[in-house]
Structure formats: C-alpha cells, structure tokens
C-alpha cells in the first residue's frame, strides 16, 4: 500500500475511534460499537463475521495451508468514574491528545490493529491475518474472545493490543480466585465454649501474608497472594462454626493455576475452592521467532501484571498497542494521536520483519 493510501487509512481509524468514544460501549453491552466495527470494515470493502458483539474478518488471500497471525483488541469499555471533568463519551481533541472513555484501553490498539489489518489485507503474504474485535474483556466474559476461538483457524500467534506503549509483554499474568472455608464448632461466647472459626480463619491468613512461593518468574517475579474478602457469625453471643474468606492469586508464567492451586492448598487448613482455571498465565518461549524481531526492532521487553484476552488464548501472544497502561479507568482517560500513528508503523513493521524472519528460517 503506498503511503498516501496508508496515511488515508490512519486518518479514517483515528476517525473511527472518534465514533467509538460517543458510544457507551460497557461489557456485555457493546452491540452498536460492534455495528460501527463492522459499517468502517465495510464501507473499506472487507466482508466480515459477526458472533455476538465480536467481529472477525480474514485478509482477502486467505488459504488454509498457510499459518495464521490473530490481531486482536476489544471494544467494550468500564464503566466512568465520578472524576470525569469532561464528557466521557465525547471525543474531545485537545493538544494533540483524543479525550473519552475507552481512547486509551483499548480504542488506540483496535484502531492501531485494525489499520494494519487493513494494509496488509490485499496483499500476497506468507501468513494469514485474522482480526477479532471482541467483546466482554473487561470483565473477561464467556461471550467475548473465548467464544471466538472455537469458530476460527488455529493460529501459531497472536497479537493483543493493550496500552503497553508499544513495549512488548512476552508475560502476563494470571488470575485465581480461591473461596476458603475455615471449619469450628459453635459454642456460646459468654461460657468458652466450641472452636471458634474465624481464629482458625486467621491462622490461615496470616500464613498467607507471609507467604512465598517456591518458584519464580524471570520477566514476572513472583506469585503474589492477597486475602480480600472476610465473613463469619450471625451473633454476637455465638462463637462462628464457619468462616469464609476469599483470595486474589496472581500467578506468573513459572505455574499454571492448578499448581498455584495445590501449592496453596498444601500450605492451608481451610477447604479451598477455586472459582475458575481459565485466566491463565501466559509466556512466550524464549527462543520463539518474535523475540528476536522484537531485538530486531529495539523493543523493550516485559512481564505484565495486569489481566488482557491474553489469559484466554491458548497459544502464542504477545501483548503490545499505543498508550499507557496508567491512563486506564482513569478519569479524563485520553490518548496521544501520535501514538496511534507510532503504534500502526511498529505493528506493521512487527509483522513484516515476523514473516520475513520466517522465510529467511526456510
């Protein structure tokens, strides 16, 4: 694509995102962000799918024989806080930087990815490009990009646009949620009586607070475990024979979830249930072809704490897109238009140096 044609493009995405911003666009309530995703795919001629608020589309040369590469960003915002001073879903320019709600996490990377789809989408290239606009990440629903997966190609990378400031996570990590119950026995307070749960509870949580996991990351450090929630009794005169609490687990790529699990478990005498096993850690190999395009480009490198579609692919990812991580679920949440225009040349030049790299190992 010749740059005028390139820069015609970056001018209607950044245009785009101005659309997206005047749209409440909350998890599970993205239905006309998704229509706006889908009209700017067609009116540039792209034919598209659309499964729930998800949109997916192929690049013209699609073959099956050949590997394929997910662009991937989401549409659905949070909700804004009470600290907005401006109008959230309006877009405001100002400075050089777009203003509203859902700018910077994620509507710079979508827009980013998706001119790049774009640029890419009529040419003869090694690869499929399949792009997913999805929804629920926020809340990282069953109806967002875990939906998708089962319905396209399996693909040997992915790349999730987040704002990283176009540095490069090759680490996220996971979330584990873990319901405890610690078990007592019911007494009457006044006379000394039963086992009091919640003092067993304690015991418990505080082997947490000081807890340490045997193993750690090179990119992500260490698992960190916090007590967040804490129930017990229904009177005052009754010692509890029960008491709930509930942890926040944020595992690095050296475990998986169900090993963060049993390390947990084994350390505890409260029951534990996990709510869930799917927001799982993610890394990319340290020999992996991407790594060394990423050395090849000077783009720093590093583990994520926080949470993306990433915990939800099953292969390959990288997580990179315009912006700053800070500046999302802030008030007054923004984006600079040039790191929207930084973020669109290094995602095609991360594509390009990829695929060549690969023909080069051929």
Do not use: W
């Not at 980013?112 to 999805?134: G, K, P």
């Not at 990319?284 to 583990?303: I, T």
């Amino acid at each position: 694509m010749e740059n005028t044609n390139l820069n015609n493009v970056k001018t209607k995405a950044i245009d785009l995102l101005k659309e997206l911003i005047t749209i409440p666009s909350f998890s599970k309530e993205e239905h006309e962000t998704a229509n706006s995703i889908g009209n700017f795919l067609k009116h540039q001629g792209i034919e598209f799918n659309r499964m729930g608020n998800n949109i997916i589309a192929y690049n013209l040369h699609f073959d099956k024989q050949k590997p394929s590469i997910l662009l991937n960003s989401h549409h659905d915002t949070v909700k804004p806080n009470a600290g907005y001073t401006k109008n959230p879903f309006e877009a405001i320019e100002q400075n050089g930087k777009l203003y509203g709600l859902g700018s910077n996490d994620a509507g710079g990377s979508l827009v980013s990815l998706l001119a790049t789809f774009i640029h890419f989408y009529s040419q003869e290239i090694t690869d499929n490009l399949i792009f997913v606009a999805s929804a629920e990440e926020e809340i990282s629903g069953k109806n967002g990009i875990s939906s998708v997966l089962e319905h396209i190609p399996k693909c040997e990378l992915a790349i999730v646009g987040e704002p990283t400031e176009m540095k490069m996570a090759v680490a996220e990590k996971g979330l584990l949620v873990i319901d405890a119950v610690a078990i007592g026995k019911a007494g009457h307070a006044a006379r000394n009586e039963g086992e009091n749960a919640i003092y067993n509870a304690m015991e418990d949580i505080l082997k947490i607070k000081d807890f340490k996991f045997k193993k750690c990351s090179n990119y992500l450090g260490e698992n960190k475990v916090s007590a967040t929630i804490i129930k017990a009794g229904q009177q005052h005169n009754v010692v509890p024979d029960s008491c709930e609490f509930t942890m926040d687990v944020r595992v690095t790529d050296a475990y998986t979830l169900e090993e963060a699990f049993e390390e947990i478990q084994s350390q505890l005498n409260a029951k534990l249930i996990a709510r869930s096993f799917r927001l799982q850690s993610s890394f990319l190999p340290e020999n992996h072809k991407m790594m060394e395009v990423a050395h090849a480009l000077g783009l720093e490198k590093f583990g994520s704490p926080t949470l993306s579609d990433q915990a939800l692919i099953p292969f390959d990812s990288v997580k990179i897109g315009p912006g700053k991580s800070e500046r999302s679920h802030t008030a007054d949440e923004f984006i600079e238009l040039k790191e929207i225009e930084e973020g669109i040349k290094i995602y095609i030049q991360l594509l390009e140096k990829y695929m060549n790299h690969k023909n080069i190992a051929k």
